[in-house]
């Protein structure tokens, strides 16, 4: 397992926010034809379909043209690719690691999941964000999707940590080493950390948000898909917002994939709003991003800051200080709003009794099954 050090703030880096998959993927798979030397990949969800058909072919020829292809896949997340796709990738030479196979002994360690979403390649170069390799993202046409979403392009000496980061879960899991990476060189003004969680044992993520909520001054804005936070977490923000910082919540509305988290979770806002929260609900499609800007700091990865997330799952998110990338956010953020619907103090009194009684069952359902206190 990664040695749970912490990562220290890397000075020099270029970073790129690129958003929704009809933006970044393009990207990505250029990267990736351009490769020369290796292209390792992590990712919690992947499935079999148009966006992974492109992957593949792009893997393929990287590895035939002799470059060290490695892919590695949650047990969970990974089971809809399917057999053929996985023998057409091992038998150009792709290395197909899966992260913690589904097996019915072992019980509740099958909750354990790798939810890391990144790519890294010439170990010059490194995306990551909340995007998995699926249609999802961007060539779905179901209701709610292509589902909303960012990744970073990233470069220079924070990228020798994400290396770091993905060798670490490989040594683990298969005892074999892979090639470290080299020191990058300064190539930007964007100062970088890499920030993980890994479940209970680990919660660097959680705890860097919360140490950053506690020292805010003007304003906090937080987008994710699925809000259901500590106890802590929320004890900062209504302490913020009590203290007169601006604290929104940009949060997933009516399309999601899992509607019990998004009626659940309303048992929060009751309290949020009487401290001054203002609280959003993104409408045209599935808010998929985990997104964070307080003050001049933002962090952006896979982490959503839920109760399932921070105990069972492999998480990374990079944190930045550059103040063009943090007021590059902060307008993103600002144009997500004019798609939201607000949750006033008045329009939440004045819900109906059918959707009260939902709330409370599924509050009451994840309070038992996530311990939430």
């Known amino acids: 397992m990664h040695d749970r050090r912490r990562f220290k703030w890397r000075a020099g880096n270029a970073v790129q926010l690129i958003v929704d998959g009809e933006q970044f993927f393009p990207v990505m798979l250029e990267a990736i034809r351009h490769a020369s030397h290796s292209v390792l990949m992590e990712f919690y969800l992947v499935s079999s379909g148009q966006v992974m058909d492109r992957f593949i072919i792009e893997m393929i020829a990287a590895a035939r043209r002799g470059l060290m292809v490695r892919l590695m896949i949650d047990g969970f997340g ?19 690691l899966v992260y913690n196979p589904l097996k019915w002994s072992k019980l509740t360690q099958n909750f354990a999941r790798d939810h890391r979403k990144l790519m890294i ?4 170069r490194a995306f990551i964000g909340g995007t998995g390799l699926t249609d999802e993202y961007w060539l779905s046409e179901h209701p709610g999707c292509p589902w909303h979403e960012v990744m970073l392009s990233l470069r220079g000496p924070v990228v020798c940590d994400l290396i770091a980061l993905y060798n670490a879960l490989w040594q683990r899991c298969t005892a074999t080493r892979l090639p470290p990476g080299a020191q990058g060189a300064e190539v930007g003004t964007a100062l970088m950390k890499v920030c993980t969680t890994e479940g209970l044992y680990q919660q660097g993520i959680k705890l860097s948000f919360l140490s950053q ?14 809000f259901m ?29 899992q509607p019990w988290v998004f009626h659940a979770s309303k048992r929060y806002y009751q309290r949020l709003l009487s401290a001054g ?7 045209p499609r599935f808010l998929h991003a985990k997104v964070g800007v307080v003050d001049d700091w933002s ?20 944190e930045i200080r550059e103040p063009q990338f943090v007021d590059q956010v902060t307008a993103m953020l600002d144009a997500d709003l004019q798609h939201c619907s607000e949750v006033t103090e008045k329009a939440w009194h004045a819900r109906p009794w059918h959707r009260k009684i939902r709330e409370y069952i599924w509050s009451l359902i994840s309070q038992i099954v996530l311990r939430i206190r």
């Open 229 to 257: 936070p500590s106890r802590s977490l929320r004890r900062a923000l209504r302490r913020a917002a009590l203290r007169g910082v601006e604290v929104r919540l940009i949060l997933a509305g009516p399309y999601t994939d």
């Open 78 to 96: 990974g089971r809809k690719l399917s057999e053929p796709d996985r023998l057409r990738l091992e038998a150009a030479g792709v290395v197909i």
């Open 121 to 124: 390649v010439d170990q010059s």
């Open 213 to 226: 909520v506690n020292q805010s001054r003007e304003r906090i804005w937080l987008a994710t898909a699925y």
């Open 277 to 283: 929260v203002r609280i959003f609900e993104y409408q």
């Open 299 to 318: 962090s952006i990865g896979s982490c959503n800051l839920d109760h399932w997330n921070l105990r069972w799952n492999l998480e990374a998110n990079v």
